[in-house]
């Protein structure tokens, strides 16, 4: 692999934690380089021999290599795919094989926060169709299949990659640190991949925002490929330029979102979500040498936090 085009660290994980505003964050800084696709998810498997038949899938070394051929003279390279640390097993020796001496940032959130915005992003996005089932029936199956909700086992995971590539190299922080001073925090990963750590990023934009749509009928027309959208899209063609038709789609669906605190997590989704998650978070908290215990306590009714994405 040319050394001259490689990453030499990655955001790794974890998805719903703020890894969208460190991406941007990032690519403020002047000694940084950041993969111009946010979550090119290369690095996760061996594509050897898998062939796809989407022409924007990062499928391939030259593909990937592709993404860096704009470096300069960058301190510090990157790439941000969340899912590297859920998928560890078959992520872990593709990036040792290709970028074994990268840095790795990890962000880490209270899985029962981290599980509710993965399940309010499904909605808002008409993620297969928009038909998500609540979490407290997907915490209920045994054995869990959600990945909603096996997405927040964090420990197996991290302990994986500290075991492969030194702890040294692993630099894990929290999404509440991000809420309660990201400049604070952007400025100790700046230090981490080795860049000028005085450097202040703008951090007053927050990359999405949680919402839930008022009418499934009306947010799946304009979410989901179907007759419908497609005639309205045809019309519009003919009119608007590729860029104003997304805009009026987007106003369209902003009209139709209400706050996520219209969809909020009942005491008894949370409660079991808590004793799902307790063993790994208390062997998070040993791992990491911090204390979690917030992440244990349910908090009282009508709490609302801001969130980042």
């Not at 955001?11 to 800084?29: C, D, E, N």
């Not at 998500?132 to 997405?151: N, V």
């Not at 998650?277 to 917030?294: K, N, T, V």
């Amino acid at each position: 692999m040319d050394t001259k085009h490689r990453p030499n660290f990655l955001v790794i994980g974890v998805q719903k934690a703020g890894t969208t505003s460190i991406y941007r964050y990032l690519s403020q800084h002047p000694q940084v380089y950041m993969s111009p696709v946010k979550e090119t998810n290369f690095l996760e498997r061996d594509w050897t021999g898998v062939v796809t038949k989407k022409p924007r899938k990062i499928d391939s070394l030259e593909k990937y290599l592709a993404l860096f051929e704009k470096v300069e003279d960058e301190v510090a390279v990157g790439e941000a795919s969340p899912n590297y640390l859920f998928h560890h097993e078959t992520s872990i020796p593709v990036i040792y094989n290709l970028v074994p001496e990268a840095k790795l940032v990890v962000i880490l959130r209270n899985p029962i926060e981290r599980a509710h915005s993965d399940y309010l992003m499904h909605i808002r996005d008409a993620i297969d169709g928009g038909d998500c089932r609540p979490l407290g029936e997907q915490a209920r199956q045994r054995p869990i299949k959600s990945f909603q909700i096996r997405k927040g086992f964090y420990c197996q995971s991290l302990k994986a990659f500290m075991d492969k590539f030194g702890a040294d190299n692993l630099k894990v922080c929290l999404y509440d640190d991000l809420v309660q001073d990201p400049v604070a925090m952007m400025q100790d990963i700046y230090s981490f991949i080795g860049v000028d750590d005085q450097f202040v990023p703008d951090t007053s934009v927050r990359a999405q925002k949680a919402a839930v749509p008022q009418n499934k009928t009306v947010h799946r027309v304009l979410q989901t490929r179907n007759p419908l959208r497609s005639l309205a899209g045809s019309v519009l063609r003919l009119v608007f330029p590729e860029k104003t038709r997304q805009a009026i789609r987007r106003y369209l669906l902003s009209l139709n979102y209400k706050d996520k605190s219209a969809l909020p997590l009942s005491l008894e989704e949370r409660r079991l979500l808590r004793d799902i998650y307790r063993e790994d978070i208390l062997e998070l908290q040993e791992l990491l040498q911090r204390d979690l215990s917030s992440w244990l306590t349910l908090p009282e009714p009508a709490t609302s936090k801001v969130e980042v994405s």
